[in-house]
């Protein structure tokens, strides 16, 4: 895999000479964690005798200290550097500038939204005229921390000619001289931008790349903080005074912000299948995917939302949240209509893999031929008596019983066997799957009726006022069109979208 990596720089990958810096402000829950995590990777590309994991205790008032020193005892790369009280980012970052001793400098945040390790990826690109910085993918924030950062980084990027990505982003390595001799002046948050101008000021080269980025699972981000941000601004005024003129700073303010703010809007939406396999937490990295592509196109306003595969967990988001849009079951849409705003209207339709195809079949399969009165119907989804008469079978005796069973798939067998009175009602992909099934037994279920065709899973307009929709739309309908989008939508089981017919 390293074929095409320099000697020297594979040499510095294996024997790296490096400071790695942690700033904390109370992060006892994570702490360890991220300190550990540091020492893993310098064990496998570092030179024991030059290299170490520098914390910076920003004045805090918890347990950061402590477990750190703890740390130090056990390990001589850990060192501890405490402020009496807090300084702010800005001032932290400073500290573990110029307590760093060795030839490369990398820093990241103390929250665990980074892992570390990720700095591998980075190493084939650092020299010593060179500051890699990364740029987070699948970002993990709130909306108005996103719509923040893009404002503030808009911002940065016209005011000092700077070109990255994300500019904020705690996952940085360069050389240690001159960047850590020079004096900064911001103590807040403007001390990533400052150390970015004064590196281009000095002729580096700034190389970015993508980083994962993490939950935060314990503590609480100050970063939205009404104080940070102000104290930002005050710096920003001060960075631009003493390099360039003033008054376009404010004239850029102004505009920015000011148009930005009165326009940018979260757009929340909801993926609802009502008995499928899998679980939100499951399909949230996938979602997200989804999402991100979406905003390159949307900025200022971004997309987010949820998938839920339960009618309880599905109603819920939609009387809390209130999405503007949703992909939802056909069956989901006719049941749970009422559910949605009376103004809610199918919009779009899903093209769902294999066939890409807008509609499809499901299939009633059991031991025989004919349906009984009295007879049970398993399904996987929760499918309303009603729903199958009117809906998709149009021959089902006058009393029946409809149990909904998340392991469908699995009691197919017993059904075949006879072991189950039962019969199933399969959806289309239980159907390919039992298809695709070469078992005996699988070649005993008998196809009692097909339904009549139904419309796949369709995009919903939950709020027909979105002053997007049309922007919206057309997104949708060129999503495929992206080779880069095609790997998504396969793992959403799509092949694209279509307007309806």
């Not at 190389?207 to 930002?232: D, F, Y």
């Not at 909801?270 to 997200?288: C, H, K, M, N, R």
């Not at 798939?409 to 992909?429: C, E, F």
């Not at 979105?466 to 080779?483: G, H, I, V, Y």
Request: proline share 6%.
């Amino acid at each position: 895999m390293q074929a095409g990596i320099p000697h020297a720089t594979r040499a510095r990958m294996s024997n790296l000479s490096i400071s790695i810096f942690v700033p904390a402000h109370n992060e006892e829950g994570n702490i360890e964690r991220v300190v550990r995590n540091a020492l893993t990777f310098l064990d496998a590309h570092a030179d024991a005798s030059r290299s170490e994991v520098i914390v910076v205790d920003d004045g805090s008032c918890d347990r950061t200290a402590e477990i750190c020193t703890k740390l130090a005892t056990t390990d001589p790369r850990v060192r501890l550097v405490s402020h009496p009280k807090n300084r702010g980012y800005g001032g932290a970052i400073k500290t573990g500038l110029s307590s760093a001793r060795y030839d490369y400098v990398f820093f990241t945040d103390s929250d665990g939204q980074f892992d570390v390790n990720d700095l591998e990826a980075f190493l084939p690109h650092i020299d010593e005229k060179t500051i890699v910085v990364g740029r987070r993918v699948q970002r993990q924030d709130s909306f108005h921390r996103k719509l923040n950062a893009f404002c503030w980084g808009t911002l940065v990027r016209t005011l000092f000619g700077l070109t990255v990505k994300d500019i904020d982003c705690a996952f940085k390595i360069f050389p240690r001289q001159p960047l850590c001799d020079l004096v900064y002046h911001s103590e807040g948050a403007l001390i990533s931008t400052e150390l970015l101008v004064r590196a281009k000021q000095r002729g580096y080269r700034i190389v970015q790349l993508p980083v994962r980025h993490l939950p935060r699972h314990v503590g609480t981000s100050t970063g939205a903080n009404p104080k940070v941000i102000l104290r930002a601004f005050a710096e920003l005024f001060r960075l631009y005074a003493r390099i360039r003129k003033p008054l376009l700073l404010f004239v850029l303010v102004a505009v920015l912000f000011g148009s930005t703010a009165a326009k940018a809007r979260e757009i929340k939406m909801i993926f609802w299948y009502p008995g499928e396999a899998g679980s939100t937490a499951e399909a949230q990295p996938v979602l997200d995917l989804f999402f991100e592509a979406l905003n390159q196109d949307l900025k200022p306003d971004q997309m987010s939302g949820k998938y839920f595969n339960t009618v309880a967990g599905g109603k819920n988001y939609i009387a809390k949240e209130k999405p503007a849009l949703g992909i939802v079951s056909f069956p989901a849409w006719v049941q749970y209509r009422k559910t949605f705003p009376a103004a809610s209207s199918e919009w779009l339709a899903t093209l769902p893999l294999p066939d890409g195809k807008s509609t499809h079949l499901y299939r009633l399969v059991g031991p025989s031929k004919e349906l009984h009165e009295n007879s049970i119907l398993i399904s996987s989804e929760p499918l309303s008596v009603e729903f199958l008469r009117t809906s998709l079978f149009a021959n089902l005796p006058q009393r029946i019983t409809v149990r909904e069973s998340p392991q469908l798939l699995s009691q197919l067998r017993t059904i075949a066997d006879g072991q189950d009175k039962a019969y199933a009602i399969l959806t289309p992909m239980e159907a390919t799957t039992l298809d695709q099934l070469s078992s005996p037994w699988a070649k005993k279920l008998i196809t009692v009726e097909t339904s009549k065709p139904i419309p796949s899973a369709s995009v919903i307009l939950v709020d027909p006022s979105l002053p997007q929709a049309e922007r919206l739309q057309n997104l949708f309908l060129t999503f495929s069109l992206k080779d880069s989008n095609k790997e998504i939508l396969n793992e959403l089981r799509l092949v694209g979208f279509e307007t309806l017919k």
